[in-house]
């Protein structure tokens, strides 16, 4: 969230954690929640203007300017200090899921982990400090290999100008493990220093501000790690050829029999940052909470319903839970031992024992077979986690992705699991498992409707990879889903309590009906059942987005913040969406076949490879009744002959060599290919006419001699061709798609489907109506939606669905450059969360 940088030699000692600094937290109104600007200096975009004096507020040659991480505005860094302090998320904050919302589940899973940004093994999830990586062993690595390798000329010159300056460069290690991972920090002091000046250079270099009476200073080359004293401790320093002098900076505790200790509220109601507590040898961790929960006037808490937790800050965040027993002193002695560094920064936090959060915490689980009972998949589960991490809920269970939601009331045990099965397998299928956060749907404030943003990172090259991270930076990043980790069930289940949301898919539109179906499966367990759907065109024919207006596809060139401006601009408008349904003539397993143009046979499409194809390739669900039938939902079109033909061509080539087709340009080339090759080869649709029997709400049409059949939806074909063709006086009604009509028209062969791509002519018109019902004597090719197949003898019906779709569309008006911020153009913020 916040972008934390710091310079290499200060990551010893940066904090990195911000966790806790915006989320939910129970217990507190909306009306009270105040944020403000979260500043970040220098590193702003070259064209950035200040929000307040309206002038060039960047450089290249310095940290200039302060930029706001939440709402991205830009200023000077004297202008600043006159913004106002409260942060409104600027122009995006009616889409803006605020981080208030958001309750992460307190565990020591990495951020990262929870939204599946990166799905990775459990030996590398566990915290690690920058200290492993960068380090002033970098310096002492340097050093040795300075003395190897340099010549001898220069260390005599080096020797010589510190022997002129009568100084010494020294090497101070604050404690064992800071000597074991060969870290340190070198002060030059001068050879005739006291100990007291000494000190105070060791205690500064490792940036610790406490009473130096607390510390010595010892020998770390002696035989018995001597304690150096004055007049001349640096003299007195043991020294080993080849190497600088080198000590420890050591604490007292041989001395010190009490102390202080700070003591942190955590999630507690109280005004107080921290109290500072004296403690001795004989404080347990009990007397310390009923101590902090009287100085915190707490009365309300009694010292059974609290815990505390020592969090060491030392590069990363690790947290451990403290024993009622265990002495907060002895904790600090020994950690000075350690790290005198880390001593400074340990915490003590209260917690209640209770997670205030809820004891609910949710894991997603996937790559399961689909279409199993609950039965089958609880056994599973339990077989793969033991009995010990057995789950104290199952649900909602998406059968025909072979997905689930389980759900356990305490962490320790949740986070066993997830890591148990993350590296489970289940017949050689690694699973997937996210821990999800909550959203309290209590703190969003009216008026604001959060964007759930999907992202299909496979579609158009690595532009989904470009846009996913943009959007993490312009929004809240729990709002923004990687489909390729789970597909949009655990972006709705995150959502399921919003009442009124929407949503944007980045991808083609294969993409767009894989959302819309999960919408269907999962609408009824949902507070919004059917959420606006906002469209930014990656795939390759893109038709849907076109007749939205979102464009022939995203280049890469458009802003991302003008895409969400978009978003919030656009109207709601609704989208039939139909039930195509195959009733074979015989009754075996084999009434649907994939096969290539040739007659070759591909593949059986029953149930469970229409399912799996789904979740694989993000295309709209088929589903299987009880007498064999196959169902699909279709939002775009339904073709049967030569267009499907072609399309069935283009889908078993991409199969064979998926790599070969990451560009639009390159998928339409292979289209043409195609298509001469039809035009001088054998023609397996040729009398089509006479093989397929057409009734339109009722009435038998008498179809012209045609070799393909195309039943339109939407007014957008074959990526952006109208088949139906302009506007003219016959017998049709002027179409739509929200009119619960559809347009049957025929193409008689390849060149009429060229020229009806380029624009040239249109298609011949059929029909027009509400329920279509087609019969086909012998196999021909169909697709749906994209999605083709050769389908044997069977009638087929097309009757509208009861399931309607909410979508987005973009408003005609062009949007004029703009800064690269996300406030209004005038400077001013949004209106305030608080109204």
């Known amino acids: 969230v916040c972008e934390y940088y710091v310079h290499i030699e200060c990551q010893d000692f940066a904090v990195p954690d911000c966790k806790e600094n915006a989320t939910y937290l129970p217990g507190k109104s909306l009306g009270l929640v105040y944020h403000e600007h979260h500043w970040r200096e220098g590193n702003l975009p070259s064209n950035s203007k200040c929000a307040l004096c309206k002038k060039t507020c960047w450089t290249s040659e310095c940290l200039s300017g302060y930029r706001c991480e939440w709402c991205g505005i830009t200023c000077h860094a004297l202008c600043h200090i006159n913004i106002p302090q409260e942060c409104t998320f600027g122009i995006l904050e009616p889409i803006y899921l605020p981080p208030h919302a958001v309750s992460i ?64 460069v020294i090497k101070v290690y604050d404690g064992n493990n800071s000597l074991r991972r060969g870290i340190f920090q070198t002060i030059v002091v001068p050879r005739q220093s006291s100990l007291e000046q000494v000190l105070v250079q060791a205690l500064k270099a490792f940036r610790i501000t406490s009473n130096p009476d607390l510390f010595h200073l010892t020998d770390l080359y002696s035989p018995n790690e001597t304690r150096l004293q004055d007049p001349t401790p640096v003299l007195s320093l043991h020294r080993i050829e080849g190497k600088r002098p080198a000590m420890f900076l050591r604490f007292k505790d041989g001395e010190n029999d009490s102390g202080t200790v700070r003591v942190y509220p955590g999630k507690l109601q109280v005004a107080q940052a921290y109290c500072t507590l004296p403690v001795d040898s004989n404080t347990t961790v009990a007397d310390l909470i009923s101590m902090a929960l009287k100085r915190f006037n707490c009365a309300s808490y009694n010292t059974e319903d609290c815990r505390c937790s020592e969090v060491l800050l030392d590069g990363g965040v690790t947290e451990r839970v403290l024993s009622w027993n265990e002495r907060p002193w002895e904790i600090m002695k020994q950690l000075a031992k350690d790290s005198i560094r880390q001593m400074e920064l340990m915490r003590f936090y209260l917690q209640l024992k209770q997670d205030p959060h809820g004891p609910n915490l949710a894991l997603f689980v996937g790559n399961l077979p689909p279409n199993l009972s609950e039965r089958n998949y609880e056994n599973i589960l339990t077989d793969l986690l033991g009995k010990e991490n057995k789950f104290s809920k199952i649900g909602p269970i998406y059968y025909e992705y072979g997905s689930m939601v389980i759900t356990y009331e305490d962490s320790e045990k949740a986070v066993r699991a997830l890591y148990t099965l993350r590296e489970s397998k289940f017949e050689d299928k690694h699973l997937l498992v996210m821990l999800l956060p909550n959203i309290e749907p209590s703190m969003v404030p009216a008026g604001v409707q959060p964007l759930l943003v999907f992202v299909n990172v496979k579609s158009g090259g690595c532009q989904g990879l470009e846009l996913i991270s943009s959007f993490r930076k312009l929004l809240n990043p729990y709002q923004v889903f990687d489909l390729d980790n789970g597909g949009p069930l655990p972006g709705l289940y995150v959502f399921r309590n919003i009442q009124n949301y929407k949503i944007l898919v980045c991808g083609g539109d294969g993409t767009i009906g894989w959302v819309l179906q999960c919408l269907d499966n999962v609408g009824q367990d949902s507070q919004c059942s059917s959420p606006a759907c906002a469209i930014v065109p990656l795939g390759t024919g893109n038709d849907l987005a076109r007749v939205l207006r979102w464009g022939p596809g995203y280049t890469g060139g458009e802003d991302p913040l003008n895409l969400l401006r978009d978003v919030i601009d656009a109207e709601e408008i609704r989208l039939d969406r139909w039930t195509v349904v195959f009733h074979p003539e015989d009754k075996s397993d084999d009434s649907i076949k994939q096969v290539n143009s040739t007659g070759k046979k591909r593949q059986k499409l029953s149930k469970m490879k229409v399912t799996n194809e789904q979740i694989k390739k993000t295309v709209v669900a088929g589903s299987t009744s009880g007498d064999n039938s196959q169902i699909f939902v279709m939002n775009n079109y339904f073709g049967i002959g030569i267009d499907a033909d072609l399309c069935l061509d283009f889908h078993n080539a991409r199969e064979e060599n998926p790599n070969k087709f990451n560009s639009r340009l390159h998928n339409k080339g292979v289209y043409v290919k195609m298509g001469l090759r039809k035009m001088v080869g054998p023609k397996m ?53 929200w009119d619960g009509m559809l347009e049957v028209v025929g193409v008689t062969g390849v060149v009429h489907l060229g020229q009806i791509q380029s624009g040239l002519r249109s298609a011949m018109r059929i029909a027009q109506g509400g329920h279509i019902k087609i019969h086909l004597h012998s196999d021909i090719p169909v697709q749906v939606d994209g999605e083709p197949w050769v389908q044997s003898p069977c009638d087929v019906v097309v009757l509208k669905s009861a399931l309607k779709a909410t979508m987005l569309k973009k408003n005609k008006f062009k949007r004029r450059p703009t800064e690269p911020n996300i406030m209004p153009t005038n400077g001013e913020g949004g209106k305030s969360t608080d109204d």
């Open 105 to 168: 589940p307190r565990t020591e899973v990495p951020m990262e982990a929870i939204i599946g940004v990166q799905v990775r093994r459990k030996e590398t999830m566990s915290p690690r400090s920058i200290s492993d990586d960068f380090s002033s062993s970098d310096n002492k690595r340097n050093e040795e290999y300075s003395q190897s390798h340099g010549s001898s000329r220069d260390r005599e010159k080096q020797n010589k100008e510190k022997e002129d300056r009568d100084e010494e």
């Open 685 to 737: 649709c040729k009398d089509l006419h006479k093989e397929v029997r057409l009734e339109v709400d009722g009435k038998l049409v008498e179809l012209p001699q045609v070799e393909g059949i195309i039943i339109l939806n939407i007014l957008s074909w074959g990526s952006g061709a109208n088949p139906w063709g302009p506007e003219k006086e016959d017998q049709f009604s002027k179409p739509n798609h």
